[in-house]
């Protein structure tokens, strides 16, 4: 859209601080002291100074992190829940606000200092939507909106309200985003002075709040040349002033690498019984192999998806990103129960009906949505999966599958029941198959290897959930390896003076 100046500009504005209008769309800032600490060495005492300083730089940091791993954040405007006190409170007194000001316009004669004030905020919200170089809409509005001038017409009663109003909805239209259009058509049709006024505050939130927003979108591309040097600068420091706030990361990777030497343990023990004592050192060559630092990492990054994030306090250095390890583990137990479930309904009504066009899609999009948005772990799952059973013998009768009988059925609603159970044989075996892949994705770049059996029905979803865990695991790595190198270098050092015992003496 051309400008009454000859300039164009539709909504590439610079930075503008928005923030007492707006609020981050989601919230994760790590708290500095998270309390019920693992017993260590007790922390020294800090001012409170020194603790406002740390909380502010994990805040920024928090904020840093978000603009980096969510390609979608935006600020929005804070919402007041719907009939809470504050909402009712600040609803009275905008009331009575605007209520007020058209009784000052009635008056004979009328009263113009409240217009006058939000003119003069209007003036500045303009001025503050400009460029550098847009010297001719500066100089428009400062002539339009010459205060003083408009304070001696007010005097002498001779104010255009109307056509100052006209001005200002004109000159939005130049400045808006195009997503804006619609609303300022909408002003352009208020003829009424005050709910005209009421309407362009409004519509200027807005346009602070796309302002704020493209400046972050601008502010992107720099930030993550610099993000992982910040983010781990400003951990160091929040570490200096709480030197036991890796405690949790130091669990998380002692207890990864307790179960992974358990497990290796079990492997060499088992084939040393059944092959002797070159299985087992076979078998103890590669359980130190298991324990190699990048290994032990990408297992412990694999376990953040099995978390009991009601009752186990999350590691530091994830903290930022524990929502979203949250919503990565429950797709990734949705996909392990839709392609449960697939594989027995595969299993019992043979090859030949599941080839038959669009059954295993329709089946899929079935599951898929009767266990949406479902608490898997709960207890309720048994009673989701039995109406997932009853569906889907439903819609094998409907396609006329041949290889269907109704006692077929019963037992395939059996077998579909029995997957809510965590020990549930088919729900270990595909949820096993699925840990391989996202493994698989934090792996060194090589071909990548063939789809374990089950999981081609949710293929797509599986690649796009593994896309994402791999992206956010190789950030925090990037960000985090120093402190990550230090206590592995730790924590595998204990274990092996625990292997070998305590020193005989002579």
């Known amino acids: 859209m051309q400008n009454d100046g000859g300039e164009e500009q539709r909504g590439d504005t610079g930075p503008q601080d928005a923030s007492e209008e707006t ?8 708290s500095p002291d998270r309390g019920n600490t693992p017993e260590a060495s007790p922390p020294r005492l800090v001012s409170m100074e020194e603790l406002m300083e740390t909380a502010k730089g994990v805040t920024n940091m928090a ?53 006058l004030k939000l003119l003069a905020e209007i003036k500045e919200a303009l001025l503050s939507f400009l460029l550098p170089g847009h010297a001719r809409l500066r100089a428009r509005i400062e002539e339009v909106l010459d205060l003083p001038l408009i304070q001696q017409q007010a005097e002498h009663g001779a104010v255009d309200i109307g056509g100052l109003s006209r001005f200002i909805v004109g000159m939005m239209g130049s400045l808006c985003a195009p997503c804006r259009d619609q609303d300022i058509q909408k002003l352009k049709e208020v003829t009424d002075v005050v709910p005209l006024l009421k309407s362009i505050f409004s519509v200027l939130d807005l346009m602070k709040l796309d302002m704020a927003n493209f400046a972050l979108l601008s502010l992107r591309p720099h930030l993550m040349q610099q993000s992982v040097e910040y983010e781990r ?31 290796a343990a079990a492997a060499a023990g088992g084939g040393a019984a059944a092959a002797g004592g070159a299985a087992a050192t ?4 590669s359980a130190s192999s298991s324990l190699s630092p990048l290994h032990v990492h990408n297992q412990a990054y694999l376990h953040l998806l099995r978390w009991d994030h009601a009752s186990t306090p999350f590691p530091e250095t994830v903290l930022m990103d524990q929502v979203r390890f949250q919503e990565m583990q429950q797709e990734v137990e949705r996909l392990v129960l839709v392609s449960s479930v697939l594989l027995l309904v595969s299993s019992s009504v043979g090859e030949d009906a599941c080839s038959l066009p669009g059954l295993m899609e329709t ?12 608490p898997t772990l709960t207890s309720g799952l048994q009673e989701v999966l039995a109406s997932v059973g009853d569906r889907v013998c439903e819609d094998l009768r409907a396609c006329g599958s041949s290889g269907f009988s109704e006692a077929g059925g019963d037992v395939l609603r059996g077998r579909i029941s029995a997957c809510s159970r965590p020990d549930d044989t088919v729900r270990q075996l595909m949820g096993a198959r699925v840990q ?27 690649q796009e959930v593994a896309v994402r865990f791999s992206r956010l695991v190789n950030f925090n790595k990037l960000v985090f390896s120093p402190f990550y190198q230090r206590l592995l270098q730790d924590v595998l050092r204990a274990e092996e003076e625990e292997e070998d015992g305590p020193p005989t003496q002579t």
């Open 436 to 462: 391989s892949v996202l493994l698989a994705s934090l792996e060194p770049p090589r071909a990548p290897p063939p789809l374990p059996g089950g999981l081609a029905p949710v293929s797509r979803e599986l």
């Open 63 to 115: 904020l840093a992190h978000e603009l980096v791993v969510d390609q979608d954040f935006q600020v929005k405007r804070v919402e007041l829940p719907e009939g809470s006190l504050v909402r009712k409170v600040k609803d009275v007194l905008h009331k009575a606000f605007w209520e007020c000001l058209e009784d000052q316009l009635e008056d004979e004669p009328p009263s113009y200092g409240q217009v």
């Open 282 to 285: 076979s078998s103890s060559s």
């Open 363 to 374: 089946l899929k999009r079935t599951v898929s949505v009767l266990l949406e948005d479902t």
């Open 23 to 30: 609020d981050g769309k989601r919230d994760r800032t790590p």
């Open 233 to 263: 600068n400003k951990f160091q420091e929040f570490l200096d002033k709480q030197p036991n706030a890796l405690d949790y990361t130091q669990k998380w990777l002692e207890d990864t690498v307790r179960h992974l030497r358990g497990g």
